[in-house]
């Protein structure tokens, strides 16, 4: 029998802390487990630094230290005068932070204004930390400042193995959940949905646009291939450059920008697609990748540790992998994909299986068994 949700003034209250507000993958995981303590008799409470997309689709209970972006030294000063006082004004009983500039900043203010236990989860590639930042982070684990620090794959345990005993004790693993990602729509009705061109071959990503996600090399192989179109959801910094390379190939004509997507709009995306093209160069786990595979749609991907160990079940790849960056090899090995349907197949099998290894509710029962550990 399952137990009633206690009252609000007995339940533990959980503040998840994260850098920007947008759609993206360490976005969607902090949803999922903040709705996954939620429904388990958690009060969750969302605080954000600053907004960075207006299509962002806020959880209930989300507060902002500042509108935007802290541009100049006076404006981060308030920003960390505000980060503190929403945090004090929370009371929570435990603290959840997200990526490398939520852990470090919000772990310290965290910290200095609060006695609750801090969990950070490290779901940002150590390449995309600056090396005063990677410092900082192994100053806090040593010093204790995170009661847990959480990876969320066996390659990235790895990278911490050479850190001292003092952080990698505070280390464990907790596999990411994905909700299931499958549409009622044909391909033509996706299509259509995102304003794109209903006949021919259509390459697709999800993800943020900048410059580590490597998006450049999908639209180089598109010269080579006339009947080959491009779907890029997602935004960022790398737009303008992505831009100025498919007009200088010629091929502007066949990449779509379709802009940020909600979570509940990437299903649909997804089906709109014949190849899922993820050529990041860096990666904790690879979430759109993952989804991707789940929904059926056969994935292509660069060939990094991480991504052959997440994306197989029980031995058997659920992405084609290669390197990226060699042109040539890319568009070989969607080519492949294309035109080879018992590939096709034995890909989407293994995707299948995927939702198996990354369950949401035993992703939510690991952060509960953390949590109360820690309180």
Known sequence: ????????????????????????????????????LTARGYDVHNLFF??????????????????????????????????????????????????????????????LVSPAPVIANQVSAR?????????????????????????NSEDMLHDYSRYPDSYRRRLTHVPHGFD?????????????????PVDGVMLGTAARLHPLKQLDA?????????????????????EVRLRALAEQLGV??????????????????LASLDVFVFPSLAETFGLAAVEAAHAGVPVVANDLPVLREVLAYQGEPAALLVDASDTAALGAAISAVLDDPALRVRLQRSGEGLKTRYSVDAMVDEYVHILEQAM
């Open 1 to 36: 029998m399952v137990s009633a949700v206690p009252p609000r003034s007995m339940r533990r209250r959980v503040l998840v802390i994260q850098t920007q507000a947008e759609n993206a993958g360490a976005q969607e995981i902090s949803r999922l487990v903040g709705a996954g």
């Open 50 to 111: 600053f907004r960075q997309s207006r299509g962002f689709d806020e959880p209930v209970n989300t507060t902002y230290c500042a509108p935007r972006r802290p541009g100049n030294p006076l404006a981060f000063l308030r920003f960390l005068v505000s980060l503190g006082r929403q945090i004090r004004a929370a009371r929570p009983d435990a603290i959840l932070t997200f990526q490398h500039y939520g852990n470090a900043i919000g772990g310290a203010i965290a910290r």
């Open 127 to 151: 390449l995309t930390m600056p090396g005063w930042l990677q410092k900082l982070d192994l100053m806090m684990g040593r010093l204790g400042v995170f009661n847990t620090i959480t990876v």
């Open 180 to 196: 299931q990602k499958h549409s009622a729509l044909t391909r033509a009705e996706a299509r259509r949905r995102f304003a794109l």
């Open 218 to 238: 999908t639209i180089r192989v598109l010269p080579a291939k006339p009947s080959w179109r491009l779907a890029l959801a997602g935004h960022g910094p790398d």
């Open 252 to 269: 502007a004509d066949r990449v779509f920008f379709v802009g940020e997507i909600t979570p509940e709009q990437v299903a649909d995306f």
